[in-house]
């Protein structure tokens, strides 16, 4: 296996500034892709050409999807949820934007010595709650420790395995000129949830994680059309991150209007008043669609129906100007550019 | 939401568009000083939507674009020491010094942490009593009381493991730097609202009277800018040169008394190096005598660390509004958010990431795509 070609990458500015791992590095952003794309793709390879949440494989005649996510969130326990319910709805998630039922997942636990046993058997109690919930078991598992100081507590990585129906084919690739973009609920609220509780900051009301398996959802959107393009759960990097890989990976066009935007009231202050941009801000139970223009309406209609995508609204549009740049329209009628960001959202000073 | 839609309200701001529109007749060049408005006018268009005539320069008001290199340097130097866990507001994080930002420090082991206060810095020195907690004060007056008070809060506890690496800077020694080049191409200053509800306006009436240029003080929201603008334009218009307070909601005369007590208590008037502009004489705060055990680079003996900045980076220039960040030949290639030459582009309101963030559409396509 050749050596990582350091000198000879790509990208014209590559990694250059950090000879170490950083937090962005983990942040979703600009950094994370770099990492993926002049590290891992070139020695791991590129098994379909195409990022997305889930790899999909052809398994006996089968199109599976299959996707791994590890799960590092800090407090363990947060308003709307906990690290458990997330490692199983994210994987769920990860699975279902390939429009596949999700079948199985694993657990795998990295746990620190010390932790106390009240609060992984929390953790779990809400993992079999989540996955009980959602309809997909958990068959296999692994378990370590590791000494006092070497893990924060507890590490949970989960996979899964889902079957995709027959014609469907949902991928970043798909998204064309002229398709629809929906949202399928509010934005901000996981990351806000977990960062006023890690910084023990107060909003007067108590902004909950949208934490949510979506895999009902998406079945109910393929319901009304097998010809969904594209679908990505908005984790970190929050929506622009999605509708930024989006717009590259397609080489189209994205356009959304501002004021469309679903940000609650909570959250929109706690961003004002921490520097922060809700667009930019993870959620763990929210998904962006591309839809065809001619199925847009019975889509949203069936999303509205489905009880994780009551608050499912219309902001945008794929178009074929400006290929791979995102671009919103402000309240006022003009217009920026939304680009990926770059590793982990920093409070503004002021 | 209260406070906040009703000052983003786009009727009133097409409302706002059009009498700016209509009063103006000739070129003007305005610039706004902060920060907080740049980024607001950047993100929301506003500039697109004013008449040609009227350019805005992105002034100085970054706190974190004009702390120079050699404060980082001496950031660096200090946060990579293993006894010391060190505090900073987190855009500060990616700024880069001379070999490497405060993240690199960290993933060298550096014990670096985001703090939304000083008086969180403070308990975690509370917390640590075996380590030095260094807590990084950059800001323009507005962030001043609060750094004051983290360093009284301190001293009237008796810690000895709590220190400030302080580089405060203050805004009317820069308006009158900037008006007084004769390379000055700006018609009026929007002051910058919240340094104002600390420092009062009577620091400004001088300035209007010493350059002839009228000031109005602004808030942040886009109502507010647009306000803020509106006036400017009408007293240029009128060839006056007044003090005028748009953000009156917040700002008075006088200004927070309590407030400036703190700063003097703790503060004092010194030169200060500005990064990309140079040495202002009397434009800055640094850690009085009585507060001198308190003074990082006193504490870790970093004084004499300085660093000369990157010969490509302009950024001077477009601080001044000689340069639009994009006529910076370095722009989008060797400078871009994610390896960026000067702080301007490192901030999200810096005048060069601002710029870079919201407006490439506009600037030539192999821009950015890097």
Redesign the interface.
């Known amino acids: 296996m050749a050596d990582p070609d350091f000198d000879g990458w790509s990208?014209?500015?590559p990694l250059?500034?950090?000879?170490?791992?950083?937090?962005?590095h983990g942040g979703g952003g600009?950094l994370s892709a770099e990492l993926v794309e002049h590290l891992f793709l070139p020695i791991l390879g590129d098994h379909d050409g195409e990022m997305h949440d889930a790899a999909r494989l052809s398994l006996e005649g089968r199109d599976v999807s299959f996707s791994t996510d590890s799960y590092v969130v800090r407090p363990l326990f947060f308003p709307g949820g906990s690290i458990g319910d997330l490692a199983i709805h994210g994987t769920i998630n990860d699975i279902a934007m390939r429009g596949a039922e999700p079948v199985a997942l694993s657990v795998g636990f990295i746990l620190e010595e010390g932790l106390p046993m009240e609060t992984l058997g929390r953790v779990v109690e809400a993992m079999g709650a989540a996955a009980d919930a959602a309809g997909v078991p958990v068959v296999t598992g692994d378990t370590k420790v590791v000494d006092r100081g070497q893990a924060d507590g507890l590490y949970v990585n989960t996979a899964g395995i889902g079957v995709i129906p027959d014609g469907v084919d949902i991928r970043p690739r798909r998204a064309e000129p002229g398709d629809v973009v929906i949202l399928s609920g509010t934005l901000g609220q996981h990351g806000v949830a977990v960062m006023s509780k890690r910084?023990g900051?107060e909003f007067g009301t108590e902004i909950r994680s949208d934490s949510a398996p979506l895999h009902g959802l998406v079945a109910a959107m393929l319901a009304v059309t097998k010809d969904l393009h594209v679908l990505r759960d908005m984790t970190r990097g929050g929506m622009s991150a999605s509708l930024s890989e989006i717009a590259a990976s397609a080489k189209v066009g994205i356009e959304f209007e501002e004021?469309k935007l679903p940000i609650p009231?909570d959250v929109?202050?706690a961003c004002?008043f921490?520097?922060l941009d809700a667009i930019s801000i993870a959620n763990e139970g929210r998904l962006v669609a591309i839809v065809p223009p001619g199925h847009a309406d019975a889509v949203l209609a069936a999303m509205r129906d489905h009880e994780h995508g009551r608050g499912a609204v219309v902001v945008g549009s794929v178009t074929d100007e400006?290929p791979?740049?995102v671009?919103a329209r402000?309240?006022?009628?003009?217009?920026?550019?939304v680009?990926l960001p770059?590793g982990e959202q920093?409070?503004?000073?002021? | 939401?209260k406070f906040?839609d009703e000052f983003?309200d786009?009727e009133i701001?097409?409302q706002l568009?059009a009498q700016i529109a209509e009063m103006t007749t000739r070129p003007w060049a305005i610039m706004e000083v902060?920060?907080?408005q740049t980024?607001s006018i950047?993100?929301?268009?506003?500039d697109?939507?004013l008449p040609d005539e009227i350019e805005l320069i992105h002034g100085p008001g970054c706190?974190?674009c004009v702390t120079p290199l050699g404060t980082i340097d001496k950031a660096l130097e200090i946060a990579a020491r293993p006894d010391v866990i060190f505090t900073s507001?987190?855009?500060?994080?990616?700024v880069?010094g001379s070999d490497?930002?405060l993240?690199?420090v960290?993933?060298?082991g550096g014990d670096v942490r985001?703090v939304?206060s000083p008086l969180d810095a403070v308990k975690i020195a509370e917390e640590n009593p075996d380590k030095q907690v260094v807590f990084f004060a950059?800001?323009?007056e507005?962030?001043a009381p609060a750094n004051a008070m983290s360093l009284q809060v301190a001293k009237r506890r008796g810690m000895d493991n709590y220190s400030m690496l302080a580089s405060h800077v203050l805004v009317p020694p820069a308006i009158d730097t900037i008006a007084s080049s004769p390379n000055n191409r700006v018609d009026g200053f929007l002051a910058a609202g919240?340094v104002c509800s600390v420092m009062g306006t009577w620091q400004y009436g001088p300035l209007v009277e010493k350059h002839q240029v009228p000031i109005v003080v602004t808030g942040f929201e886009?109502l507010d800018v647009l306000e803020g603008l509106r006036r400017m334009i009408s007293q240029l218009e009128r060839g006056v040169a007044e003090l005028d307070n748009a953000y009156a909601r917040v700002v008075v005369e006088e200004g927070n008394l309590p407030a400036q007590e703190l700063i003097a208590d703790v503060f004092e008037v010194c030169d200060r190096q500005w990064r990309g502009i140079g040495e202002i004489p009397q434009s800055g705060w640094r850690i009085s005598p009585a507060f001198r055990e308190f003074d990082a680079e006193y504490r870790f003996g970093v004084g004499d660390i300085d660093a000369p900045e990157s010969p490509l980076c302009r950024s001077g220039e477009v601080l001044q509004g000689l340069l639009k960040p994009n006529q910076c030949e370095a722009f989008g290639k060797e400078c871009?958010?994610?390896?960026p030459l000067g702080a301007t582009m490192v901030?999200?309101?810096g005048a060069c990431g601002a710029y870079y963030?919201?407006?490439?559409?506009e600037v030539p396509v192999e821009v950015g795509?890097?």
């Open positions: 990208c014209p500015l250059r500034r950090y000879e170490r791992i950083v937090m962005g600009q910084e900051l004021a009231g929109a202050a004002s921490l520097g400006h791979g740049v671009v402000t309240p006022f009628g003009a217009s920026r550019v680009d770059l920093l409070p503004r000073i002021c | 939401m906040l983003n786009p701001a097409k568009f902060c920060g907080g980024y950047i993100r929301n268009g506003i697109q939507l706190p974190v507001f987190g855009d500060m994080l990616r880069p490497e930002d993240f690199g960290k993933s060298g985001i939304y950059i800001g323009f507005t962030t919240h886009p871009t958010p994610r390896t901030s999200s309101e963030q919201y407006r490439r559409l795509r890097g």
